[in-house]
Structure formats: structure tokens, C-alpha cells
């Protein structure tokens, strides 16, 4: 009778335990991609987004990233601070020091749900994630309430090089504007390195 009784009391103890595991499990790898709507200005030229930026470099990005969230009016806000290795500077504007190593604010930042399971990965207007050990031209513009650089208006900053960004190719096809804007940038750039 008394072995009776131990398995019902782990039968239940067993059976929070696989609950309680499968929250973890749940918590820790699943993201919801969120995508809010954001006004940005659409550059017409890399000349003009060009004269509109602070800095503008080619780099490689790096996987060392820093998520930075508040909770606003009861609505998560925040970005991500991406790490990139400094390849070749194209315009300094601020005379700003720029070592090996630069950090770039992205409009991108993971949210922590609470109690409920998983995370929200939410981006503005649909901008796509530095991909690590790819290169870009990235165009900056100082940010005063982050006290850094951010990639300007959105994707319009941020142009992959060497056609390791797979995302970002599904926004070429998907937007013309920006398309046609890449193209411009990358022979720009392609002329600036002859």
C-alpha cells in the first residue's frame, strides 16, 4: 500500500516538472517577429543620402550584440547596438574617433514577454538584422537620445556588399525605391575603390 501511495505523489510532481520544462523550452527559443509601421525619409540618390549621413563606412559585421529595451507608456521601446569591424572609412563628418571596432545602433530589439513564454523580436517598417561575417556600406547619423549612431532611415543605411545577407535581398526585390537606391551605392562605391 505505502508504494502506492509514494507514485501518486510523484506522478504529479513528474507532471510539473514536465510543464515547468516545457515553459523554459518555449521561453527560451521561441520569437515572434513583430513588425511595426515607421516613417522614415526614402533617399532619392546615394548622393543625397550621402550628404544626409555622418558617418559612412564599409564594415563587417560582427555577432557581438548589445539588446537595449524600457518599457514606455506600458509599450516595449529599444534597439540593438551591433559591433562592426571598420574596413574603410568613406566620410567622417563629426571628425568622430573610429577605431578597428565600431558600435552601430539598429532598429531592431528582442522583448522579454514576462510570464507568458517566448520573445518578440520587433522591427521598424520591416529593417533586417546585420548578418554576422557580412560586409555593407553603412550610412550613419547621430542619435541624441541614444547618445550614439544609428544606420539611417532604416534600410536605407544599410547596403550588404558581398551578397551574404539573404534578408536583405528579399527587401530588394520586395521595394523598387530601395532597389534602385542599392544600386546606385553599389557602384558608387565600386568606383571609389578603383
Known amino acids: 500500500m ?10 504529479p510532481i513528474i507532471f510539473l516538472l514536465i510543464i515547468f520544462s516545457t515553459y523554459v523550452v518555449i521561453d527560451r527559443t521561441s520569437i515572434e517577429e513583430v513588425h511595426n509601421d515607421s516613417t522614415h525619409v526614402l533617399f532619392n ?4 543620402l550621402f550628404d544626409n549621413s555622418d558617418i559612412v563606412f564599409e564594415v563587417v559585421a560582427t555577432n557581438n550584440t548589445k539588446n537595449l529595451t524600457q ?8 534597439y540593438t547596438l551591433t559591433s562592426v569591424k571598420v574596413n574603410q572609412v568613406l566620410k567622417n563628418a563629426g571628425n568622430v574617433e573610429i577605431g578597428e571596432y565600431f558600435e552601430v545602433a539598429e532598429p531592431y530589439f528582442i522583448w522579454d514577454k514576462g510570464i507568458v513564454p517566448g520573445k518578440q523580436k520587433i ?3 520591416g529593417y533586417t538584422e546585420l548578418q554576422g561575417d557580412a ?3 553603412l550610412f550613419l547619423k547621430w542619435g541624441e537620445g541614444i547618445n550614439g549612431y544609428w544606420i539611417n532611415s532604416l534600410e ?6 558581398d551578397g551574404k545577407d539573404l534578408k536583405e535581398k528579399e527587401v530588394m526585390e520586395n521595394k523598387g525605391q530601395y532597389r534602385t ?14
Open 2 to 11: 505505502k508504494s502506492f501511495k509514494k507514485k501518486k505523489v510523484y506522478i
Open 45 to 48: 540618390s546615394y548622393e543625397e
Open 71 to 78: 518599457e514606455v507608456d506600458g509599450y516595449p521601446e529599444g
Open 123 to 125: 522591427t521598424y517598417d
Open 135 to 137: 560586409s555593407y556600406v
Open 156 to 161: 536605407q543605411g544599410k547596403h550588404n556588399i
Open 181 to 194: 537606391l542599392k544600386n546606385e551605392i553599389i557602384e558608387a562605391f565600386n568606383e571609389q575603390k578603383n
